[in-house]
């Protein structure tokens, strides 16, 4: 069964960073992507930034300032955050697919996490 974990949110304040780190257990391939999605008080979920074999995508709210990595030998993403905004308050979602395509979509997303609280003070 697969699992995802998610780890490293927590309290910063407005301009600082944040490392999210993504840990997938139960298989032993890669899955297709891995992405990060997030979810404000009263808002619905969001897409962040999602990595596929050479490329990655991005909203364009973190654009410039977020960055996603993975590695594959440890099915593992991450999502740096840096010059951090009150707005980037959310629980962040770790997502992974094995299709391709729609990497935008959380629908198109096989497996998630449980999130992890970022929350950006003023």
């Known amino acids: 069964q697969v699992q995802l974990v998610e780890s490293g949110g927590g309290l910063v304040q407005a301009g600082g960073s944040l490392r999210l780190s993504c840990a997938a257990s139960g298989r032993t391939f890669s899955f297709h992507a891995m992405g990060w999605f997030r979810q404000a008080p009263g808002k619905e979920r969001e897409f962040v930034a999602a990595s596929r074999w050479s490329a990655e995508y991005y909203a364009d709210s973190v654009k410039g300032r977020f960055t996603i990595s993975r590695d594959n030998a440890k099915n593992t993403v991450y999502l740096q955050m840096n010059s951090l905004k009150p707005e980037d308050t959310a629980v962040y979602y770790c997502?992974?697919?094995?299709?391709?395509?729609?990497?935008?979509?959380?629908?198109?997303?096989?497996?998630w996490g449980q999130g992890t609280q970022v929350t950006v003070s003023s």
């Open positions: 997502a992974a697919k094995d299709s391709s395509g729609s990497y935008g979509y959380e629908r198109a997303y096989d497996y």
